[in-house]
């Protein structure tokens, strides 16, 4: 008999519309981390000032939120492959403008209404519309290994890009190409990406679609959200103060305080966010099997409040070696509590409603996250190059208690008792 491991078996359960969901991850996330780990250097070496970087991050995220929030929103009466295929013209319009000025003006409108992602994680309509199709491909029991190869399937692919990122840019640097011109090869590479993305998007199928409700739109179900809406609200507003810590030390960011404390290249970043990316991949992965054992909300906490300890640490390190260290040792659990997160979301909120919940709650990570890049911005001007890192490690402690006071007791159906 053949020696059976729960994470197969959820794969096998995919459809082809399931694997390819993967394969436009796959496509989408390596250009996220292709285009963040040159971003904050591409627009340093384009004139801007720390704040003026930190600004433009700020809007591409706040803007990622304001055109994605309507997109999910009607996605399931406009058809979900129609509103991914938009998502993906909004990346080539983002990558194109990006690449071809520096004009602080155009970077802000481009940022406000393209689709780019100074972070490495996910941005834009994409993975609000996946994650209320994936569901529908696999069992409860099953549902959070899914979302754990779906987290590390990013985690690896992010980590990819960062690396081919960091290495293209140096390479041709050290063939005689500026800085700014190397950044820019990357820049429209990002764009091209995001077409092949746009031609996978048109290969799904009309299973991925739900019937549309008849229901109209009122102030109550504005959002698509009736009997889920209370739930979702709250996970919200405490999704938010999490977001908002996290956008403080973005990837972009990140990458720029590694390059003015330690004076590193970009292919040594890109090096080191290949390895803290591959770390948080199989840390989403043994996610699904803890889950399992002592509930999805318990493996939120248990892996989020050391990894926070482990954020402050890091620009407390006096050497490069061990500032990577403890990156690198806060990614390898940092990223567990992403697939239990996103997996409790679509367990407690009624089918119907797992769009709309998706799309509030991932709207509401990505609004509060644009703020944090231009606080950021504004205390490296400064010279405060380690405070976004306290507050950030800070912030999300506090998020780990108020989700466990709140939520510790709603339990998704894997976890209720049976009668």
Do not use: C
């Not at 983002?94 to 155009?106: C, Q, R």
């Not at 009997?227 to 990458?255: E, H, N, T």
């Not at 890109?270 to 889950?291: D, E, K, V």
């Not at 239990?340 to 089918?351: C, E, G, I, K, L």
Request: aromatic share 8%.
């Amino acid at each position: 008999m053949m020696f059976q491991l729960p994470e197969v078996d959820a794969l096998r359960t995919l459809s082809r519309d399931g694997r390819l969901l993967f394969a436009t991850r796959t496509v989408r996330l390596f250009a996220y981390g292709f285009l963040a780990i040159i971003l904050g250097l591409y627009l340093s070496a384009s004139g801007l000032t720390d704040t003026q970087i930190g600004l433009v991050l700020s809007l591409t995220l706040l803007g990622d939120a304001a055109i994605a929030l309507p997109i999910t929103i009607i996605a399931d009466r406009l058809g979900r492959r129609r509103m991914l295929i938009v998502g993906s013209g909004l990346m080539i319009l983002a990558g194109v403008v990006f690449a071809l000025t520096s004009d602080i003006t155009l970077l802000v409108i481009t940022a406000i209404i393209g689709t780019i992602s100074p972070s490495g994680n996910e941005v834009g309509p994409f993975l609000a519309i996946e994650q209320a199709a994936l569901p529908q491909t696999t069992t409860n029991q099953q549902r959070t290994h899914v979302f754990a190869w779906y987290s590390l399937l990013g985690s690896f692919t992010t980590g990819i890009g960062s690396l081919a990122g960091g290495v293209l840019s140096q390479a041709l640097q050290n063939a005689g190409q500026t800085p700014l011109n190397s950044y820019r090869v990357v820049i429209i590479g990002y764009a091209l990406l995001g077409a092949v993305l746009g031609v996978m998007f048109t290969r799904l199928s009309p299973a991925i679609e739900l019937a549309p409700s008849t229901t109209p739109p009122t102030l109550k179900n504005l959002f698509g959200l009736q009997r889920s809406r209370k739930v979702v609200y709250k996970l919200s507003a405490l999704f938010m103060i999490d977001a908002f810590a996290g956008g403080l030390v973005v990837q972009s960011l990140v990458a720029l305080w590694f390059n003015k404390r330690f004076g590193i290249d970009p292919a040594v970043i890109g090096g080191i966010y290949f390895g803290a990316n591959i770390l948080a991949g199989l840390s989403a992965l043994a996610a699904g099997r803890i889950a399992a054992r002592i509930g999805l909300v318990n493996t939120m906490l248990m892996t989020h409040v050391p990894s926070n300890i482990l954020l402050i640490l890091v620009p407390v390190m006096p050497t490069l070696p061990l500032a990577i260290l403890m990156l690198l040792a806060r990614f390898s659990i940092s990223q567990m509590d992403v697939p239990t997160r996103q997996s409790y979301t679509v367990a407690v909120v009624d089918p119907e409603e797992r769009s709309a919940a998706n799309g509030v709650t991932n709207i509401a990570r990505t609004t509060a996250s644009a703020f944090s890049p231009g606080v950021t911005g504004a205390l490296f001007n400064a010279g405060y190059l380690a405070v976004p890192f306290f507050i950030a490690g800070g912030l999300k402690l506090v998020y780990d208690y108020l989700l466990y006071r709140n939520f510790q007791a709603i339990k998704p159906p894997e976890e209720q008792p049976t009668t």
